[in-house]
């Protein structure tokens, strides 16, 4: 819908959303404004509670995209986020943190908002409801076989999203749609449909939050979950992060000693060996290995780290 609509069909509009969970007046806290700050602080940490149990509720449709996005991946695959509004601000977000959480390019896993940039930070009128938008978007970004879109919206039905999703499954991407309400336009649209229904917000029709708490933990999910399957993870630890701050160095340098229980001083010298590289590091010290040889072996192994310290500690 854009602002030429007419009346009716933005009756018919408002009609459905009173149909929607998240759209409709919670009976908890029905006079919110008369609430202490105390009460208020109370009421939002109670709200949230209910999104780990709806986004777990969908573990087996998360974990069918989880499957997706990785076999895409191990295609040489990108991950795309499309959405508008908060649901686009989530997409943008996560996407902006895996550079240098796992050391990867920033073309790998990316974020578009309707309305393009500007939409960061300031609303973009009626551009969510450009469905032409989403799918040159789309195109823009030329997604292909290999490719993963995960298109996100709260109410289910936004046009740039669904234009997106559609012009993705021409292109023969794999797709996703993340709502927060059951039986969305957009589920209908994706090959996986990811509804974590997470009822009435707060402050009605506020979508930035429960509704933003549960994309950002079913996008932390589906982009952290992949990363562990390309090998940027060793147990527990992050071994691929870019060190782009002294915070970063320092974290670089107690990764390396939590894996190996060497003193500060020989994490840092391995470290300083094989450029920063915190798996390579880890593997020159469990193996006793040159700098070179680790890197190298690394690189040999598609930068799985376990599979280069079976390899080094077992030949």
Same mark, same amino acid.
């Given at each position: 819908?854009?602002?030429?609509?007419?009346?009716?069909?933005?009756?018919?509009?408002?009609?459905?959303?009173?149909?929607?969970?998240? *759209?409709?007046?919670?009976?908890?806290?029905?006079?919110?404004?008369?609430?202490?700050?105390?009460?208020?602080?109370?009421?939002? @940490?109670?709200? *949230?509670? +209910?999104?780990?149990?709806?986004?777990?509720?969908?573990?087996?449709?998360?974990?069918?995209?989880?499957?997706?996005?990785?076999?895409?991946?191990?295609?040489?695959?990108?991950?795309?986020?499309? !959405?508008?509004?908060?649901?686009?601000?989530?997409?943008?977000?996560?996407?902006?943190?895996?550079?240098?959480?796992?050391?990867?390019?920033?073309?790998?896993?990316? !974020?578009?908002?309707? !309305?393009?940039?500007?939409? @960061?930070?300031?609303?973009?009128?009626?551009?969510?409801?450009?469905?032409?938008?989403?799918?040159?978007?789309?195109?823009?970004?030329?997604?292909?076989?290999?490719?993963?879109?995960?298109?996100?919206?709260?109410?289910?039905?936004?046009?740039?999203?669904?234009?997106?999703?559609?012009?993705?499954?021409?292109?023969?991407?794999?797709?996703?749609?993340?709502?927060?309400?059951?039986?969305?336009?957009?589920?209908?649209?994706?090959?996986?449909?990811?509804?974590?229904?997470?009822?009435?917000?707060?402050? %009605?029709?506020?979508?930035?939050?429960?509704?933003?708490?549960?994309?950002?933990?079913?996008?932390? %999910?589906?982009?952290?979950?992949?990363?562990?399957?390309?090998?940027?993870?060793?147990?527990?630890?992050?071994?691929?992060?870019?060190?782009?701050?002294?915070?970063?160095?320092?974290?670089?340098?107690?990764?390396?000693?939590? +894996?190996?229980?060497? *003193?500060?001083?020989?994490?840092?010298?391995?470290?300083?060996? %094989?450029?920063?590289?915190?798996? +390579?590091?880890?593997? +020159?010290?469990?193996?006793?290995?040159?700098?070179?040889?680790?890197?190298? %072996?690394?690189?040999?192994?598609?930068?799985?780290?376990?599979?280069?310290?079976?390899?080094?500690?077992?030949?």
């Amino acid at each position: 819908m854009d602002s030429s609509n007419s009346p009716e069909d933005r009756e018919q509009l408002r009609d459905f959303l009173g149909t929607l969970p998240t *759209e409709t007046v919670g009976e908890r806290y029905p006079d919110l404004d008369l609430l202490t700050d105390a009460e208020l602080v109370h009421a939002m @940490i109670e709200s *949230e509670r +209910a999104v780990a149990d709806a986004v777990a509720a969908q573990s087996a449709q998360i974990t069918a995209a989880l499957a997706g996005i990785v076999d895409g991946m191990a295609r040489g695959g990108r991950l795309i986020y499309m !959405g508008a509004g908060t649901a686009g601000r989530m997409g943008i977000l996560d996407a902006s943190e895996a550079p240098p959480t796992f050391g990867i390019s920033g073309d790998l896993i990316v !974020g578009r908002i309707a !309305g393009g940039e500007t939409a @960061i930070h300031t609303a973009v009128e009626n551009a969510e409801d450009d469905a032409d938008s989403g799918a040159k978007d789309v195109d823009g970004l030329e997604l292909g076989p290999n490719d993963t879109l995960v298109g996100i919206s709260a109410s289910g039905r936004t046009p740039y999203v669904v234009g997106a999703l559609n012009r993705a499954r021409e292109r023969g991407s794999f797709t996703v749609a993340h709502s927060c309400n059951p039986n969305s336009a957009i589920g209908a649209a994706a090959h996986i449909a990811i509804e974590t229904e997470v009822g009435p917000e707060l402050l %009605t029709g506020s979508t930035r939050l429960k509704s933003g708490s549960a994309q950002k933990l079913v996008l932390n %999910t589906l982009s952290t979950g992949a990363m562990v399957r390309a090998g940027k993870v060793y147990r527990n630890l992050m071994v691929d992060l870019r060190a782009t701050n002294e915070k970063l160095r320092a974290r670089s340098e107690r990764t390396v000693i939590l +894996a190996t229980a060497v *003193e500060p001083a020989i994490a840092a010298a391995s470290l300083e060996a %094989t450029g920063g590289w915190v798996k +390579a590091a880890i593997l +020159a010290i469990e193996a006793g290995i040159p700098a070179a040889t680790a890197v190298a %072996t690394l690189e040999g192994n598609g930068g799985y780290l376990r599979a280069a310290i079976r390899e080094t500690t077992t030949n």
